[in-house]
Nanobody, 123 residues
Framework: QVQLVESGGGLVQAGDSLRLSCVAS????????MGWFRQAPGKERDFVSS????????YYADLVKGRFTISRDNGENTLYLQMNSLKPEDTAVYFC????????????????WGQGTQVLVSS
């Protein structure tokens, strides 16, 4: 079992930056690939980014590539998402998730989820 708690969301203006954090507790954080997903009102949960358990490889959705950076600190059991040049269309609840068996982009592949943190980007 892994417990995940996100933080760092908030209300910002277009062009601003935010850094989301996800602190893990329970089983060994470094055993899991980690991902960030987001869900806007009335829409499905979409993949944003993922990172290999080692931190040595990352993957991004096209919509955020070049603006967002995922990273992790296995010593601190923490996952990060640095979000720059935010746009109104980035508005959503952002979730972190842990994948025990792979390194995917589908929400169905992830085993554990946080409760989410709201990001609101005004124009």
């Amino acid at each position: 079992q892994v417990q995940l708690v996100e933080s760092g969301g908030g209300l910002v203006q277009a062009g601003d930056s935010l850094r989301l954090s996800c602190v893990a507790s329970g089983r060994t954080f470094s055993r899991y690939a980690m991902g960030w997903f987001r869900q806007a009102p009335g829409k499905e949960r979409d993949f944003v980014s993922s990172i290999h358990w080692s931190g040595g490889a990352t993957y991004y959705a096209d919509l955020v590539k070049g603006r967002f950076t995922i990273s992790r600190d296995n010593g601190e059991n923490t996952l990060y998402l640095q979000m720059n040049s935010l746009k109104p269309e980035d508005t959503a609840v952002y979730f972190c998730a842990a994948d025990s068996s792979g390194w995917g982009t589908s929400p169905r592949e992830y085993d554990y989820w946080g409760q989410g943190t709201q990001v609101l980007v005004s124009s």
